[in-house]
T-cell receptor, first 114, second 110 residues
């Protein structure tokens, strides 16, 4: 398996634009996590899905953020409209989330909003 | 919100020495995990210890868990230059959520 695949690796966009980050989890994994990493706040859990269903989105900073998982092999995190304070590295991770197992991370998307 | 908190925030040691990092957390957990992150890369899972376990070993890694104190430690023995990275503890909660601390930056000096 190629691991968790995220795209794009880098994204530079202007304030106000819509940004869509993509993630392909490891085949067979049933939990998917979106995290945001910044120097100030560390690694924050934004939302996680179990069996394609959003379980907890309490970490989503505001209504500008939305996430979907239309099937077991694909998820998106959308920011609309984007703001400079959204600049961060966004990680997607997946796990076989039964009774707690480790998460496998993608390489991340470095987002810069100017 | 952060669940785990690592201590120290940064650690520099000589190659060959042992490195110890600590983690404290707040709520009941299903398991506790340690991850490593090299600069500019994703996190890599190192070891998982379940709430009913007290100690676990994997190669040069030794993890302890004290659920009464809500704390864990990661020991890296005979450190190498390649161990330079950030290390994160993460709590696996009963609803399968995984929450990370802010990490310890470990620097191995040659």
């Amino acid at each position: 398996d190629a691991g968790v695949i995220q795209s794009p690796r880098h994204e530079v966009t202007e304030m106000g634009q819509e940004v869509t980050l993509r993630c392909k989890p490891i085949s067979g994994h049933n939990s998917l996590f979106w995290y945001r990493q910044t120097m100030m706040r560390g690694l924050e859990l934004l939302i996680y899905f179990n069996n394609n269903v959003p379980i907890d989105d309490s970490g989503m900073p505001e209504d500008r953020f939305s996430a979907k998982m239309p099937n077991a092999s694909f998820s998106t995190l959308k920011i609309q409209p984007s703001e400079p304070r959204d600049s961060a590295v966004y990680f997607c991770a997946s796990s076989f989330g039964v009774l707690g197992t480790e998460a496998f991370f993608g390489q991340g998307t470095r987002l810069t909003v100017v | 919100s952060q669940q785990g908190e690592e201590d120290p925030q940064a650690l520099s040691i000589q190659e060959g020495e042992n490195a110890t990092m600590n983690c404290s957390y707040k709520t009941s957990i299903n398991n506790l995990q340690w991850y490593r992150q090299n600069s500019g890369r994703g996190l890599v899972h190192l070891i998982l210890i379940r709430s009913n376990e007290r100690e676990k070993h994997s190669g040069r890694l030794r993890v302890t868990l004290d659920t009464s104190k809500k704390s864990s430690s990661l020991l890296i023995t005979a450190s190498r230059a390649a161990d330079t990275a950030s290390y994160f503890c993460a709590t696996g909660l009963r609803d399968d959520k995984i929450i990370f601390g802010k990490g310890t930056r470990l620097h191995i000096l040659p």
